[in-house]
Antibody, heavy 118, light 107 residues
């Protein structure tokens, strides 16, 4: 069974950093792309970023709203995905989900809440 | 960027009726990487359809999807009380950003 479990969320002040984790199981992690998607309170979904697999040289892509502030790292040996968030803003407040796609079939985690507030 | 526009914003129907939700893209893309989701308050999204028309695991056959090019439709037959929720479309491959529609509220 495919499982994605996010952790690391919390309350952080503007300008500070936070690192989210996503623990994966039930599939060959190293073969698949991994995304981070977020949902601000009362809003729709926003794709945050992607890391491709080894075959695609672990290429990363980011939404314009986070480019230069966020980074995605994957550790295939630990089947883990990380989202390093720097220079956080109040508008980064959201639930953050990790997502993968197996043969085009999306799987989502339950999400972790990040609140940026002074 | 490819923009996904969902319509209507809100759809008001009664149990037993049919719901037709639309998602229109600003450019064509590979429909293999297009999904529909349902979301209820306080819950993560639930995958309904992927590859535009393939039902996800344990999804009722009352849910169906069609579409190609730039126009996609989610149809829900014989609405049941648990179907009243928010619905989102999503494109998840090609060139970034991998955008979502803004949502349709089914009430």
């Amino acid at each position: 069974e495919v499982q994605l479990v996010e952790s690391g969320g919390g309350v952080v002040q503007p300008g500070r950093s936070l690192r989210l984790s996503c623990a994966a199981s039930g599939f060959t992690f190293s073969d698949h792309y991994m995304d981070w998607v977020r949902q601000a309170p009362g809003k729709g979904f926003e794709w945050v970023g992607r890391t491709k697999n080894r075959e695609k040289s672990y290429t990363t892509e980011f939404a314009a709203s986070v480019k230069g502030r966020f980074n995605i790292v994957r550790d295939d040996s630990r089947m883990s995905l990380f989202l390093q968030m720097n220079s956080l803003r109040t508008e980064d407040t959201a639930v953050y989900f990790c997502v993968t796609y197996l043969s085009g079939y999306p799987y989502w985690g339950q999400g972790t809440q990040v609140t940026v507030s002074s | 960027d490819i923009v996904l526009t969902q319509s209507p914003g809100t759809l008001s129907l009664s149990p037993g009726e049919r719901a037709t939700l639309s998602c229109r893209a600003s450019q064509t893309f590979d429909t293999k990487y297009f999904a529909w989701y349902q979301q209820k308050p306080g819950q993560p999204p639930r995958l309904l359809l992927y590859s535009a028309s393939s039902r996800a695991t344990d999804i009722s056959d009352r849910f169906s999807g069609t579409g190609s090019g730039t126009d996609f439709t989610l149809t829900i037959n014989r609405l049941e009380s648990e179907d009243f929720a928010l619905y989102y479309c999503h494109r998840y491959d090609g060139s970034p950003p991998y955008t979502f529609g803004q949502g349709t509220r089914l009430e």
